[in-house]
């Protein structure tokens, strides 16, 4: 019959994708993902059926409602709405309004309503795979803030028992959705650290807060008040940063300081009133383009100190970047379970020369590469996420904190909790955008088109996933100065066994020379032909070392599941559609 169809002179080309699209459409990202579904059973021990249940319940609005919101937000004209700002209303006030499309408005309403930070409805366990589960829709104008909202509400409660009065009630906002700023939702925050001079360099900050007795034009005395210049805001639209600044006339004037800045102060988020800051410009965007940017303008605004204010450097980056970067590593994991399924199934529908292209020997090399590079990401997120579960969601903030613990074993292990973070965020961003590039490819042309898939905007996701929180440059020498610093208590090689143990023993000792070698030239600053050797050997070895303990995770997962199958999830899909069809006409 085929032959018939496609024969030559029939004018009528009956070509169709709607099974493909048909099983695309109704694959429900965890209820008919037996892998994932297997690593929550692993990891959550006695909780997995409570959050098996919830995930159940959470996917059926993730994989279906929130995907068509996150695909309507990152169209064209939808994207280019969050590069324009309105600074002033009809009546010459100044507003900065920024608007967003309606679709993302809602997705992040819904998202942030389902309270991930509350202790009182969420587990770290129920947390973490929700996150998830949220970000196979990738970031999609929502995944930014929620991220740095975990890393405000994790700074504020390091310091909860010594917040000022205002600070506790935005952390109880953004925390627990209640309290006296909370209007029946959960506020939401952002982190503003980036300057024009430097990004990776945050101590060149020039921000400036300065303690004020006087009252300002907003009425309020004896504060501190910021002012400068922020060159990279996102999340812009939100209710609160956390930002930082030098505090003038005190003896930490030359270090930096964490503060957390409303967006308003109480009352003025309706009038639109800023608290003395002005939006000068949003940036139009490669990727994470249904994210406002912004270059902001502070001139005066209130703040509130969180933690000591010589510790601000130490705690925004070992504890709010930190868990940034732990939302980059799982979120391109969950992305990659999303992405090599799509283009496996694709491959399986898709004939070419009478074929399903899934059948050719070179296709099928890169369906093997694309579905084992997805299942050891996934499987080392789990892993990684699990040591930070270990101890009670706490990261320390810098390596002298980590000094201070006296029994070793801890020590050594909260270390390597430091240093995967960081791993994890640069290997996995750095395989990302060529992962995608080849699921892109399974997909020939229409793999190009906007409209034919969700992968264009995955791409230029995690482009932008690569830069933010910390380069890739950036975060190598940050671990080998690490190295550096606690070579005494421990030493490289050390390292490789403890991260290692289960592999295959040749391997982590040729990894353990090797990495022992790398760690002991002294530094990579200097630009001599050793050194640039050793900065060559780390870049490729950084990938190799975190891939060998993803390949570690995936072996302990021992997963058994049978792989996918187009066909088979097209018979299973109609079949659930018939039965739900008949349902709905015996009830009629
Ligand atoms: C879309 C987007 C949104 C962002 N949102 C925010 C935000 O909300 N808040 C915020 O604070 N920031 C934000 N950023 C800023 C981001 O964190 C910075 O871009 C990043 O930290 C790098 O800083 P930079 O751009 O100034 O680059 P630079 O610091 O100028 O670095 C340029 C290059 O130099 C390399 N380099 C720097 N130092 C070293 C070194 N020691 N050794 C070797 N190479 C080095 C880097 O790897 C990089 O490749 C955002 C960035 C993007 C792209």
Known sequence: MCAQIYKEGNRNNPYSFDDYLFVKNHFNYYTDDEFFQALVKKYTGNEFEKIDKELRALSDYVSFRFRDLADKGNELENRIKVTKIKHYDAHNHRIDRIERCAETEILEREIFSLGLFDQNRNSPWSRFTKLFLLYQNSEAGVMCPIACTHGMVWLMQQYEDVLGSESCKILEHVRDGTGEYSNGEYGRG??????????????????????????????ISNCWRVYGQKFFCSAAHTDYAVVTAKPKGTSSSTKIAAFVVPAWLPGNKEKEIRNSYTIDRLKPKLGTAELPTAEITFNGAVAYPIGPLEKGLADIVGIVLSLSRLHIGLGMAGGALRIAREAILYSQFRKAFGIPISSFPLMINQINDLNQAAMRTASGAFKVYSEYIHFGEELIAGIRDLEKIEDITERKRRFRLRELIMLQKIVVCDEAPSLIRMAISFFGGHGIMEDFLSFPRFHRDSMIMELWEGPRNVLLTQIHRDFQRIKEWYPADDFIRDLLEGSDPDKVESYASEFLRIISHDSLLRNDEETLTICSDWQIFSNKLFQAYQELALTELDYQGKPLKFSRLLRKFKKEEKKKKQGVAKAI
């Open 190 to 219: 952002s982190q503003f650290v980036s300057e024009i001079q430097g990004g990776s360099d945050v101590p060149s900050n020039l921000v400036e807060a300065v303690f004020e007795e006087a009252k300002g034009p907003d009425g």
